[in-house]
Every structure is written in structure tokens, then in C-alpha cells.
């Protein structure tokens, strides 16, 4: 597993000279095939060029140092050769420099229907540690972001636009751009484009790529639209540069790429945090299901064995089945309940106390007209006066009786 610093700056797309792979040839009629070579070797001006371009990577900063291999069209399994095997091992070892190695694959309409990338070559594309996609087409285009950015063992975690071309092949739709980021696949823009540089042969052979300054002008628009589309997010940043005179150092990139519309801190997280957790997330390819690591158990010390099972023979009738174990009866723990608590019942207007009336000496209650039935008739109180006041006139007179005698 690779092991990174804090702070790193990657290269992720450093083309490598184009030489022919040995394929299988057959003989003449009744002699069948012939033995091929399956190692590719690079001459000794191409490993010195390789040498240089390296050394000057790392002076402007590199760490992290990414060759790759360009495919067009589709990967035959039976004739094509890794090419970067061979230069890995006769490169000089770099203390504290890694290596990468990356296979690009030129999606057009000719590779729609299959481009290699099934389940028998999977021990092919393992030899690789970045896959990338290059798509031309709507078609590819879908097909990259939808059905080969999930994990598999066949995941490509880069898609690079061709930017240089004079008009994008196929328009970036939102949908599929965030189908993409989601399942961890980044858009790589390589800033040679920005500069006029001249690009990998093969793309340039493919139609995937322009050199001159026409190409310049479209490398800006596309750019520019690319960010929009991602706004920020997911974006790669690397070279792809050929020739030594554009390269650039990683500060100077960032600030190349502010230029587009992304912010400081996006522009250098380009060149350092995205192609880190590429890397990573790419090492995912061959675990299962994109495991990142494997599982261990561990058994700590001065604990007891765990028994295995055994491995002696049993007499004739006897299984290694267990005997079934009576149950123990034992009391079943109560979880003890908490009563409900009474809910206070509301104000109705039967128990809403009212203040007591006073009764009234006729019987009747105040505030209520009196009934009709306890107060006396009108000739009873004129008989009741008539009585009274012929009382009191008999008490004036002297004591006159009611039968006109006088009292002794």
C-alpha cells in the first residue's frame, strides 16, 4: 500500500514514447503460431529523455509521478502488451519519488460495443494502477460516467475531456457529471492544452487532440465550461506534456487554473488532496467489492484458545453433533411497572363552585322573582290594614273597645 506525506504534488499524465508492441503472428499454412515476445523495451535516447523529463518533474516539485500508456479504440487482450512494466524497470530508483503506471483508452463510436473492459481481463488491467477513459462521443460519455465509475474491478476513476478539440463532441450534462463524482471518478484537465503545447502522439493520431494555437482558444472555452459544470468539484489537474519546455511547477498551475474560475484553494487542492484520494480509492480495484483494506482478526494475548473442530475419527453410529442441553429454570427477571400517572380532568361546568344566595324571609331567593304561590291575595292585605288602623284608633281614644264599652 502506498504511503503519502501531508503535503505531495502529483503528475498523473506523463505520455511515454509510442513504440510498437510485439504481437502473435502466424506462420505459414500447417506451422501455426509462432512465439511472441510479450516485453517491450525502450532504446536508450527514449530512456534518457525519460530520465530528463523525470528529473525536471521533480525539481519543479513532483513527488508523485504517474507514466502512461495510450490505447486507441479497445484493448485486445491477446495482443496487447504493458508496456510500462519494462520502463519502470530500467528507470534509475528515485528516494522518495513514486511511480505510477496508467493506461489511457480512446472511447469513439468503433468501441461502443466492448473496449476490453470485461470480467476475463481483469489479471490485464491489474498490472495498471489508474485507468482512465478518454470518450469522444455522447455514447461513451454516458457509458463512462454511468456504468464504469462503480466499483468493480474494471472502475476507471479518470475521465479526461479532449479540450482541445474544436468543439466538444457531446454536451456536459449535470446528470451525468454528478452521477460520476458520486461514485468517486474525477475530470481531468491537463493544462499542456493552455499553454499550445504539443499533446501525446496517439491522441493526436485518434482525433482526440489538436496541437497549434487554435487549439489554445478551444482549450479555454471547453475549460471553462468544464468547471462550470463541476463547479470545482472532482477536478484533476495534470500535465500531459511531451516536450520539457511546458512543464510547469504546481503554485504556477494553480495559478493557471484560477484563471477559470475556481478559487485558490480549489486550484491547489487540484494538484494535491483529489489526485491523493484518486490514488487511493484506485487501489480499491483489486480488493473485493472496493474493500480498502482486508479484515484481520486479532486475538489478544493470555486469552484461551478457540477450539477447533476435531479431526479424529468417530466409531461407527456416533456423530459430532452435541447433545441437547436441558434448559435451567431460571426466574425470568420483572421489570417492574410504574403505575399511570392521573390525568387532571379539565373545568366543566358542573364542578365550577358557585357562590351560595341568600334566602329572602318571603322563602323566595334573591335575584329571582318571587313565586306566585306564597304571596298572599290582594283582600287579605286590605282586611290586615283596615284591622291595624282601627287599632291604633281605638289606643288614641282611650281604650274604647270593639263593643263601645268603657274601660273601668
Known sequence: MLVFTSVMFFDLNVPVPNIQSPSQGTSKKGKGKQ?????ASFNTAQINSLEAHVDLLIHLGYTVVAFTQTVNKKVDPKTHVNVLDGLLSQL????????????????????EKGFGLINASVTLFNTYDLLALIPTTHATFSLACLTHTQPSPLTAHIISIPLTLPRL?????????????????????NYVGAL?????????????????QSARRNWWAAARELVRVT????????????GDVDLRAPRDVG??????????????????????SLVLRAQTRKTYRAV????????????PPVPGPSTTPLPIGQSRTPAPV?????????TPTLAPTPTPALPTDSNIPRPQKRIREDGGVEGQAPSKEGMPSTSNLETQKKKKRKKNQNQRDGGVGAGGTVAS
Open 35 to 39: 512465439p511472441a515476445t510479450t516485453q
Open 92 to 111: 534509475k530508483s528515485r528516494p522518495g519519488i513514486v511511480y505510477l503506471k496508467r493506461l489511457n483508452i480512446i472511447l469513439d463510436e468503433d468501441s
Open 326 to 334: 436441558a434448559p435451567i429454570n431460571t426466574p425470568v427477571p420483572v
Open 255 to 276: 495559478n493557471l487554473i484560477t484563471v477559470l474560475g475556481l478559487p485558490q484553494d480549489a486550484a491547489h487542492t487540484a494538484s494535491t488532496k483529489t489526485p491523493k
Open 292 to 303: 480498502f483494506s482486508e479484515p484481520k482478526l486479532v486475538i489478544p494475548e493470555g486469552s
Open 169 to 189: 463532441p457531446y454536451h456536459l450534462k449535470h446528470t451525468l457529471v454528478r452521477t460520476a463524482i458520486k461514485n468517486g471518478a474525477v475530470f481531468e484537465i
Open 231 to 242: 463547479k470545482g468539484r472532482g477536478v484533476l489537474v495534470s500535465g500531459g506534456v511531451v
Open 196 to 212: 499550445g503545447g504539443e499533446n501525446d502522439g496517439v491522441m493526436v493520431e485518434a482525433g482526440a487532440a489538436e496541437n497549434g
